[in-house]
């Protein structure tokens, strides 16, 4: 089972005073994730203002700092709409990855269904040697990927629940995989939380043998709901979980 880190997330630097936003912060904490148990990361690269970015300059210093830190481990980055709101532009920005070297473009990268124009956008990953993360928020997004040609291509499928009450985020959880496993789609799942519903929905994903998701863009508590110092500590919380411990 793969255990991601997701880094930071579209947080702000204020919530929380080790969120890494910097290249140097995240090629830190990648390489701390890594010695506690992380097997890929996932990252929201920010611009020099701060703010998160698709521009293709920003996407590769912000993964040739964690190539460098942690080389051989995958490394992935977001395209959320809310980056960018206006697709063609958005479109243009991802499209233009596929100019950077090896050492400077994602690996893989999270596309959400649940957002207009989707479809372009993993075309344009796809295009570009980018594996795709499939973002399955809601039970309407299923039928949106299995009408989509190219879904068999996909690297992974993200089942990413929404409630942060963690019985609610679980049954999601449930949900979200009986339908997916009711298709012939054959890519391995991901199944993860947020908030309130993260580490419920890490023990879930455990118990039923998926990938998981843990790090400061989900949730800034470990399991006990103390504020967790990290994203290292948070993955060394998820190996212990793992374990049993």
Same mark, same amino acid.
């Given at each position: 089972?793969?255990?991601?880190?997701?880094?930071?997330? +579209?947080?702000?630097?204020?919530? *929380?005073?080790?969120?890494?936003?910097?290249?140097?912060?995240?090629?830190?904490?990648?390489?701390?994730? &890594?010695?506690?148990?992380?097997? +890929?990361?996932?990252? *929201?690269?920010?611009?020099?203002?701060?703010?998160?970015?698709?521009?293709? /300059?920003?996407?590769?210093? +912000?993964?040739? /700092?964690?190539?460098?830190?942690?080389?051989?481990? %995958?490394?992935?980055?977001?395209?959320?709409?809310?980056?960018?709101?206006?697709?063609?532009?958005? &479109? /243009?920005?991802?499209?233009?990855?596929?100019?950077?070297?090896?050492?400077?473009?994602?690996?893989?990268?999270?596309?959400?269904?649940?957002?207009?124009?989707?479809?372009?956008? +993993?075309?344009?990953?796809?295009?570009?040697?980018?594996?795709?993360?499939?973002?399955?928020?809601? %039970?309407?997004?299923?039928?949106?990927?299995?009408?989509?040609?190219?879904?068999?291509?996909?690297?992974?499928?993200?089942?990413?629940?929404?409630?942060?009450?963690?019985?609610?985020?679980?049954?999601?959880?449930?949900?979200?995989?009986?339908?997916?496993?009711?298709?012939?789609?054959?890519?391995?799942?991901?199944? &993860?939380?947020?908030?309130?519903?993260?580490?419920?929905?890490?023990?879930?994903?455990?118990? *039923?043998?998926?990938?998981?998701?843990?790090?400061?863009?989900?949730?800034?508590?470990?399991?006990?709901?103390?504020?967790?110092?990290?994203?290292?500590?948070?993955?060394?919380?998820?190996?212990?979980?793992?374990?049993?411990?």
């Amino acid at each position: 089972m793969l255990l991601k880190v997701c880094l930071n997330g +579209a947080r702000a630097a204020t919530d *929380h005073p080790r969120l890494p936003i910097l290249p140097e912060a995240l090629a830190r904490d990648a390489a701390a994730c &890594h010695a506690a148990g992380a097997g +890929a990361f996932h990252v *929201h690269p920010r611009a020099a203002h701060g703010g998160e970015s698709l521009d293709a /300059a920003d996407i590769g210093v +912000a993964v040739s /700092a964690i190539r460098h830190a942690c080389p051989g481990v %995958p490394v992935g980055v977001s395209t959320g709409a809310w980056i960018a709101p206006e697709l063609t532009a958005r &479109h /243009a920005r991802v499209a233009s990855w596929k100019a950077l070297s090896a050492e400077t473009r994602p690996d893989f990268a999270s596309v959400n269904l649940s957002e207009p124009g989707w479809e372009s956008i +993993a075309d344009a990953l796809l295009d570009a040697g980018i594996g795709v993360e499939a973002g399955v928020w809601f %039970p309407e997004d299923v039928p949106r990927l299995t009408a989509w040609p190219r879904a068999a291509e996909c690297l992974r499928i993200l089942v990413e629940t929404q409630s942060s009450q963690p019985e609610a985020a679980c049954q999601e959880a449930r949900t979200l995989v009986d339908l997916l496993r009711a298709t012939r789609l054959t890519p391995p799942l991901l199944v &993860h939380g947020s908030e309130g519903g993260a580490w419920a929905v890490l023990g879930w994903a455990r118990r *039923h043998g998926f990938d998981m998701r843990i790090g400061l863009e989900d949730t800034l508590t470990l399991p006990d709901d103390q504020r967790a110092e990290d994203n290292a500590a948070l993955v060394a919380a998820a190996v212990r979980s793992l374990r049993g411990q």
